[in-house]
């Protein structure tokens, strides 16, 4: 988490805490960025770009990385067909929603990105994709942690 709110400080984004009531985030009248802390290594410069990409564009941005395993349709417990990877990316962070965006969002986005993304662009608004560097990405597991270190840790 400290490194999260490191790198969303050094993009020059306010922190703002969970329990400040959605109307008094939208009166504001500022840019929200929704960072998810399982992506603790995402670059300032990145939070940023994406920030700057949200302000220009008028609409909601959301990093991503590209799916690079093998994705199988599973139904009544039988493997069937592989999934087009080209046509899947997975979500990553910053989400940035502009203010004006946010004017038009009656509730508070969901915790989790993916389902964020999924309201947002549910409810006719579109979203905007940038590629994540590697070191933005996700991680879930013990193994993710090892590969994130081996990314941002200079050799020596």
């Known amino acids: 988490m400290a490194c999260a709110a490191w790198a969303l400080g050094e993009a020059g984004v306010q922190l703002v805490d969970a329990t400040v009531a959605w109307e008094d985030v939208v009166a504001t009248g500022e840019d929200l960025v929704l960072h998810d802390s399982l992506c603790p290594m995402t670059p300032p410069a990145f939070i940023h770009a994406c920030l700057d990409r949200a302000r220009s564009t008028g609409r909601a941005v959301i990093g991503v990385r590209p799916v690079t395993d093998t994705v199988k349709v599973v139904a009544d417990h039988?493997?069937?067909?592989?999934?087009?990877?080209?046509?899947?990316?997975a979500v990553t962070s910053p989400l940035v929603i502009p203010a004006g965006v946010l004017a038009e969002v009656p509730v508070r986005p969901h915790v989790d990105l993916a389902r964020a993304v999924a309201d947002l662009a549910g409810a006719g608004q579109p979203i905007e994709t940038m590629a994540a560097p590697p070191e933005g990405r996700r991680v879930s597991s013990a193994e993710d942690v090892r590969v994130l270190d081996a990314l941002t840790t200079a050799a020596g």
Do not use: K
């Not at 039988?78 to 990316?89: C, E, H, P």
């Open 78 to 89: 039988l493997v069937g067909a592989t999934l087009d990877r080209d046509a899947l990316l």
